[in-house]
């Protein structure tokens, strides 16, 4: 019994064609702190949305040869936006999912961030 260790709760291809799974196991796990991971429109919605046409797509600040950070616009209302972040493991093949929530800004995209941006659709589409 692998208890869902080999069991995905989303298999996808990301913007540039890698392959991106999300393990159930890693899911029950981060669900505990994200209720946004107990929702399977959210996963299938949203996360996945945000790995397939992320709108920019950051290096992790402390992993940058490690993970990856993929942020998909959902809406914008007056002073308001929010996103979805998803963090993605790069060092497996193929690209797991570390984690996923619904931040209001952007952690990278501050003056102080010494995080590198490798896309932005505004830019490159």
Do not use: H, W
Not at 47 to 52: D, N, P, R, V
Not at 63 to 89: F, Q, S
Not at 102 to 124: A, N, V
């Amino acid at each position: 019994m692998n208890d869902g260790v080999d069991k995905f709760c989303l298999d996808i291809i990301d913007y540039r064609g890698k392959r991106v799974v999300f393990l159930e196991v890693i899911r029950l796990k981060k669900a505990q702190k994200r209720p946004e991971l107990r929702n399977e429109e959210f996963i299938n919605g949203q996360l996945a949305k945000a790995i397939k046409y992320p709108d920019l797509v950051y290096e992790d600040f402390e992993r940058p040869n490690e993970r990856l950070v993929y942020y998909y616009r959902e809406y914008r209302k007056g002073n308001e936006t929010r996103y979805t972040k998803v963090v993605i493991n790069i060092k497996y093949i193929p690209y797991r999912v570390v984690t996923a929530y619904r931040p209001d800004r952007i952690k990278e995209d501050c003056p102080k961030s010494k995080s590198k941006i490798i896309y932005d659709k505004s830019r490159d589409g």
